[in-house]
């Protein structure tokens, strides 16, 4: 370990309500968990007394998270990582709480660790409607990059290559994503989906475009050292869909969250045909325009057919920051 202290509490009154023990290199690590405890190879912003870290290159920086919620009597764990986490054998879902119990045995890349606890006896299997608190509206810039012409790629290019180079590639740009105070909502195979507040960021628009306009200029540099490229044998090539709009927060008790709505795929759509049949690589919607047209150099203005959507819908491309 490289912080030996990383994973005891330096002044805490209250008695842990459970504890992850992580079997290294042939001793056992025990970290107490009183409400969260979150796992990875830095945890950057986390308090010691929350974080359990492994120096393991195949480990995440941020791998999974323990959450205790003893309203609900329920523990749960959150994959949050690259390369997977599995609970008893099972790899989970990115993002999706799944309840855990005393004795599971959760495995990240090759290290082993057992939750031990004697509360969170509730419910064995995972009822939505049970964690479900609420359903708000919010006012949300977001941003999706998709790699063009992936299926392809994918098809003439081993899976292991794949996998290696997307985790490459979605290190920069959650390097770049931090640069612009965006949220990362999740990867989605070959697109990378990213969110901003308007009511925490005024400058929401500007930030979005901002990052795909750096992110793009990421991908042109790294492009050509990634394991993967498009059929030709070119470096490859990401398309940027900026977007403003409601989106609903589903909102789980003390959990992630996931946003829905229209806006959310009108922004997969875009970011579809941003880059393709001579677009320029970053495209934004009217509202977007509107709201940043000032602070742009703009190519023409396009009214396109987006897939499940009626009516055509007018995007503008960005070409440079003024």
Same mark, same amino acid.
């Given at each position: 370990?490289?912080?030996?202290? !990383? ?14 023990? !992580? ?114 509206? !919010? ?35 959650? /390097? ?14 070959? !697109? ?17 475009? /901002? ?74 919607? /009217? ?36």
């Amino acid at each position: 370990m490289d912080d030996p202290q !990383a994973a005891t509490p330096i002044q805490e009154t209250s008695k842990p309500l459970g504890y992850l023990v !992580a079997h290294v290199d042939g001793s056992d690590l025990v970290a107490p968990i009183f409400d969260q405890l979150y796992v990875g190879r830095e945890c950057s912003g986390i308090s010691r007394e929350r974080r359990l870290l492994i120096p393991e290159a195949a480990i995440s920086r941020n791998h999974c998270e323990i959450r205790l919620d003893l309203a609900a009597d329920q523990a749960f764990i959150i994959d949050t990582s690259s390369n997977g986490t599995w609970l008893n054998g099972r790899r989970l879902e990115r993002t999706l709480p799944v309840p855990i119990h005393a004795n599971d045995r959760i495995r990240i890349s090759k290290v082993e660790l057992t939750f031990q606890t004697d509360r969170f006896t509730a419910i064995k299997q995972f009822d939505p409607n049970f964690t479900y608190k609420e359903i708000n509206e !919010a006012a949300m810039v977001m941003v999706v990059g998709d790699i063009t012409n992936y299926s392809t790629i994918s098809q003439v290019t081993d899976h292991k290559l794949i996998a290696s180079g997307l985790q490459t590639l979605w290190q920069h740009l959650g /390097d770049v994503l931090r640069e612009y105070q965006g949220t990362l909502n999740h990867y989605a195979g070959d !697109a990378l989906y990213a969110v901003w507040e308007l009511e925490t960021f005024p400058q929401a628009n500007e930030l979005g475009i /901002d990052f795909a306009l750096a992110a793009n200029q990421r991908v042109e540099r790294v492009g050509g050292e990634l394991p993967f490229r498009q059929e030709d044998g070119s470096p490859i090539q990401m398309g940027w869909g900026v977007v403003q709009g409601k989106a609903a927060l589903t909102a789980m008790a003390r959990m992630s969250e996931a946003v829905l709505g229209d806006t959310t795929n009108l922004a997969f759509r875009l970011s579809g045909i941003a880059g393709r049949s001579g677009r320029a690589p970053v495209m934004v919607t /009217d509202a977007v325009h509107a709201a940043a047209e000032a602070q742009y150099r703009w190519g023409h203005p396009e009214q396109v057919e987006i897939k499940g959507r009626h009516g055509r819908e007018t995007v503008y491309p960005v070409l440079a920051r003024l």
